[in-house]
Each structure stands twice: as structure tokens, then as C-alpha cells.
């Protein structure tokens, strides 16, 4: 144990080192150390006075400040802070598969206040109904074995977006501009193209995927994808399509748009999904959880999607449809549209479509033990650099996992001894 304990604190300090490199000035290192020692060590809050009290509970207020400061004000590039932490990250990864996925996502920090930067009433998921939160989008890399979280980046509602004083207040930078969620993935997923990471098919849930402008940005960019989307979703069913452009005799130029008739029409996937043969219906299995096999009810079948495509004048290219109907349930409970191969084994498409539950287990986890929706600021750069410090103790984690099997916990770092008598701000009076 001991011989472990010094090897891990010593990949901590060589960690530090390298996120300091990219930070770039050496009296940020201190406070970069302070930071990622104090989310990582356990506590029930992860806001900056309560990690300066763990650290330095005889000091509390200069290293509150120096830590406030560090993540709210210095203008250290948070990006270069987290594709060095991913690059950490994905070299144990990549030891033990090679990336399955990217993972396109979104995650909700509820809030009491209005004041907090992108602020508003809008769909959280975490409460599963419409309250006030930030909104951020990730992109995750991804295989069986671990996940790196590779993008951090706030989702301006347009009512912010559009409004001077409060952009001013929040410090929110002059290039940002309103973006619907998927834009923002798409802005993400053209950096970390440019920076050449491995490619994968892109994953994500219906938010994202029942976009058709998004799927095809995606394809554009010589991507593959596999992503939920709505029941309500048009297809041309296997052996179907949209009539050709008519044929007009005489002058005038001839027509090029695809058509429809009242009677040749695409179908919403719920109802594809209830014409299929009892045969298409198969039990498969995506991966061993903690009570047994995960498995579940499936078809797959090849379509066309359908979205206004009489303004195109060429038919979408083929792509699976894939249906889940767990027994017992009146209707299909979800679905998704995938470029993959048409060779591609269903028990690998399922097992691709199912990984983004991943991200579900990364957001809980940097939330419950990395304090990733404790920030207390509200400005722009102190949200990004939290949820980037955040990552990054993540990555950190994720890597020692990799490396050990089961993992050890990290005792090498401490929490200072309290000086008698010491009660954080806000604590209760003994009774």
C-alpha cells in the first residue's frame, strides 16, 4: 500500500505539473494544486470558502482569496487545461480499447436565483421537469471500460444572449452569441476533429439526435452516428422512398424536387415499428451490470429518414432504424437512426447506442464527489474554469482507476488538521 500511495502522489505532482504548463504562469500552480487537492478530498461542499477551510483551515481567508481569485478572475485558457487533462486521461484509455464513442450531452445545475451567468427556466434534467438551471454541453470519448470528458461549455439562453447589462455583469465574452445545444456540440465536435483525437461514431440521446440538420452535420463531417430520436419522426420504411421528380414534356425547365402523393407517404418510426413481423423482435444484451445482464427487447430495420426531403432532389441515403419494445410495454420505449455499417452485428450496434449511459454515471459522479454544480460564482469564467477543474480531477481519477484493479483510494492526500475550536461559516451551533 505504501509503495502505491508514493506512486500515485507522485503521477498527482507530475499531473499538476502538466496542467500548470498549460496554464502557463507559475504563481497559478499553487492555487491549480489547492483547487483540484480540495475537490478531490471528501467534504459535502465543493464551493471555494469550504475547500479553503480543508486546505488551510489556519488560513482560511488568504486562501479563499487566492483560490476565488484563481477561478474566478485569472484569465488562464481553460481549454488548454482540459485537452491536457484529456490527453492524460485517454493515454489509459486507450491502454485498454480503443475509443468506442463520442458522446454528445448536456447536463442541468439548478438554481435558486436569476442572477447566476445563463440562468433561466428551462428544461433539468436532473429534476426531470422545467425549472431554473445552467445548462452546459459536454462531449465525452468513450469505451467499455472508462470515459474522458473532453468539452465544457455554458449554454446561453437567447433571452441572455440578447440582453447588455446582464452579459456585462457576467463578464459574458463579445464573440459568444446565442446557439441552440446542438450548434454548440457541433462547434465542439469541429475542435477536437482539428485537434486530430481518434475518430468514432458520434452518440447521443434525442435531444440532439431528432435534429435532422444536426445528423447531417454530422455525416458531413465524415462522422458516423448513432442517436435517439422521437417517436413522431418520419421514415421511409425498408424498399420504400419518395417518388422521383415528375416528368414534364414540352419547354421549361424540368423538375428536380422529390414528391409525394396522398397515398405514397413516410411513416412516423412508432408506426414502422408496429408493421414489423414478430421475427424482427430479438432479446439482446449490452453489458453486465450490478444486477446481471443488462438486456432488453430490439429490431433493427433500414430506412430512409423523410424530413422535408420533397425539398431535396436526391433520396437520403439508407440508415438503420432501431427500435426498443421491452415486453409488457404498450408502444416502443425508444428509438434511434444510425449511419453505421450496414454489416455492423446488432449486438454491437446495441452495445454503441447503450454506452452513452456513461455520461449519465460521469455527471453524478463529478456532482456528488467533485462538487462539479457547487460553484457559487456568477460570472462566465468562473463557471468554465470550475467545471474545467471539475473535469480534471475526473480525469485524474479515471486514469488511477485504470491503472489499478479494484482501484485504491488516493491517501496521499490529506485535509489539514483543525485547530481546536474551529467552525466553518454557515455550520450549526453544537446543541
Known amino acids: 500500500m505504501g509503495r502505491w500511495e508514493g506512486q500515485a502522489e507522485h503521477r498527482f505532482e507530475d499531473y499538476v505539473h502538466r496542467l500548470g504548463e498549460a496554464i502557463g504562469h507559475a504563481d497559478r500552480r499553487e492555487p491549480l494544486r489547492a483547487y483540484l487537492t480540495g475537490l478531490m478530498l471528501s467534504g459535502e461542499r465543493k464551493s471555494v470558502e469550504p475547500m479553503a477551510a480543508r486546505i488551510e483551515p489556519r488560513r482560511v ?4 482569496q487566492s483560490m476565488h481569485h484563481f477561478v474566478a478572475k ?3 485558457d481553460d481549454q488548454a487545461v482540459l485537452s491536457t487533462a484529456r490527453d492524460y486521461a485517454l493515454a489509459q484509455l486507450e491502454r485498454h480499447a480503443p475509443v468506442m464513442a463520442w458522446i454528445v450531452d448536456d447536463t442541468g445545475i439548478p438554481k435558486k436565483g436569476k442572477h447566476s451567468v445563463g ?3 428551462q428544461y433539468c434534467a436532473v429534476l426531470g421537469k422545467q425549472d431554473n438551471c ?3 454541453v459536454t462531449v465525452s470519448l468513450a469505451n467499455g471500460t472508462m470515459s474522458v470528458p473532453c468539452t465544457w461549455r455554458l449554454y446561453l439562453p437567447e433571452e441572455w444572449a440578447k440582453d447588455r447589462k446582464r452579459r456585462a455583469v457576467a463578464e459574458v465574452p463579445k464573440e459568444v452569441r446565442f446557439q441552440k445545444k446542438w ?3 457541433l462547434e465542439e465536435i469541429d475542435r477536437l476533429v482539428a485537434e486530430d483525437l481518434p475518430r468514432a461514431p458520434v452518440v447521443a440521446d434525442a435531444g440532439y439526435g431528432s435534429t435532422t440538420e444536426f ?3 454530422i455525416t458531413a463531417r465524415g462522422l458516423s452516428y448513432a442517436v435517439g ?7 421511409w420504411p425498408q424498399g420504400s422512398g419518395p417518388l422521383a421528380p415528375v416528368h414534364r414534356s414540352g419547354k421549361g425547365r424540368p423538375a428536380t424536387l422529390l414528391r409525394r402523393s396522398a397515398d405514397h407517404r413516410p411513416v412516423s418510426v412508432l408506426q414502422a415499428a408496429r408493421e414489423l413481423p414478430d421475427s424482427s423482435w430479438k432479446i439482446l444484451r449490452w453489458r453486465e451490470g450490478t444486477r446481471g445482464a443488462m438486456q432488453s427487447r430490439f429490431a433493427l430495420t433500414r430506412v430512409r429518414a423523410a424530413h422535408r426531403d420533397y425539398g431535396r432532389s436526391t433520396p437520403r441515403a439508407e440508415q438503420w432504424l432501431v427500435i426498443e419494445w421491452p415486453r409488457g410495454e404498450n408502444e416502443p420505449t425508444k ?7 450496414q454489416s455492423a452485428s446488432a449486438e454491437n450496434l446495441i452495445r454503441l447506442i447503450k454506452l452513452r449511459w456513461r455520461i449519465e454515471r460521469d455527471y453524478q459522479e463529478m456532482k456528488d464527489e467533485l462538487g462539479l454544480d457547487h460553484y457559487e460564482g456568477r460570472g462566465w469564467r468562473g463557471f468554465h474554469h470550475h467545471g474545467v477543474l471539475c473535469m480534471a480531477a475526473y480525469s485524474f481519477l479515471a486514469a488511477e482507476r485504470a491503472r489499478l484493479s479494484p482501484p485504491e483510494p488516493l491517501a496521499f492526500l490529506h485535509a489539514a488538521r483543525l485547530p481546536k475550536g474551529f467552525r466553518p461559516r454557515g455550520a450549526a451551533l453544537a446543541s
Open 183 to 185: 450548434q454548440i456540440a
Open 335 to 341: 428509438y434511434w437512426l444510425s449511419t453505421a455499417p
Open 134 to 136: 445552467q445548462v452546459a
Open 229 to 235: 430520436i422521437m417517436k413522431e419522426t418520419t421514415v
Open 61 to 64: 481567508g488568504a486562501r479563499h
Open 74 to 76: 485569472a484569465p488562464w
Open 215 to 217: 445528423r447531417e452535420a
Open 119 to 121: 440562468v433561466a427556466r
